[in-house]
């Protein structure tokens, strides 16, 4: 019986690769850095703010003391707008309604800086939709390390075998893989069919609806 889903949040739950390209552009360009396209923001995103903007910087020929000065102007900028350019996929209100009237826990571990994925998270859906949210956290290792999903697992008292993990990149599939957990892969985030294939995906989605089918067979 599935009684908890763990969602990633960029890219899965929430479309913010707009608002991840616009405050991350805005700190490249404050220290002489050039803008970065959106398929590049595609493939760097997904493994924490400090990776994207090594990335980013990497890309730009930017030095490690630029590195430093673009990620504090980055989370700096982007906690304080967080909602900026940001939104929920279509139907991923529906899915968490319908998720939540079979009385199944949801909870978000983002590789996000934890204090902006909360409040996206308290801001787009609230305690009415989302039991609990994390993002990145000091002493927690990022995904795909499944220290994450066993912290959640513990917390709501259910085992792997009662749990779906559900995101849009490979590092989400290889977190649930490294946790024991059964994952889907969504196709309306950041990655494509080929990437969450190739990582192992148990499903994969092309609508949050979908979702909710899967969970019914548990």
Not at 40 to 52: E, M, R, S, T
Not at 103 to 112: D, F, H, R, T, V
Not at 138 to 147: M, Q
Request: glycine share 6%.
């Amino acid at each position: 019986m599935l009684k908890l889903c763990i969602f990633d949040m960029d890219g899965t739950l929430v479309d913010t690769l707009k608002s991840i390209r616009y405050f991350a552009n805005k700190a490249l360009n404050k220290y002489s850095l050039d803008s970065v396209d959106e398929d590049k923001y595609k493939i760097f995103v997904g493994n924490g703010a400090k990776n994207l903007i090594k990335r980013l910087v990497n890309y730009t020929g930017g030095t490690e003391e630029q590195f430093e000065k673009v990620l504090k102007e980055y989370n700096t900028t982007y906690d304080n707008d967080f909602l900026y350019l940001a939104e929920p996929y279509e139907d991923i209100i529906k899915m968490l309604e319908i998720l939540r009237a079979q009385n199944i826990k949801i909870a978000i571990l983002s590789n996000k800086p934890h204090s902006t994925a909360k409040k996206i998270s308290d801001a787009l859906f609230s305690e009415k939709f989302v039991d609990i949210c994390y993002g990145s956290r000091e002493n927690v290792k990022l995904k795909p390390d499944p220290e994450g999903v066993f912290e959640l697992l513990s917390y709501f008292n259910v085992t792997a075998d009662e749990c779906l993990y559900i995101g849009d990149t490979a590092t989400d599939i290889e977190t649930a893989k490294n946790a024991g957990v059964k994952s889907i892969g969504v196709l309306w985030g950041f990655r494509d069919f080929e990437e969450l294939s190739g990582a192992g995906a148990n499903y994969i989605v092309e609508n949050p609806l979908e979702i909710c089918k899967i969970a019914n067979t548990f």
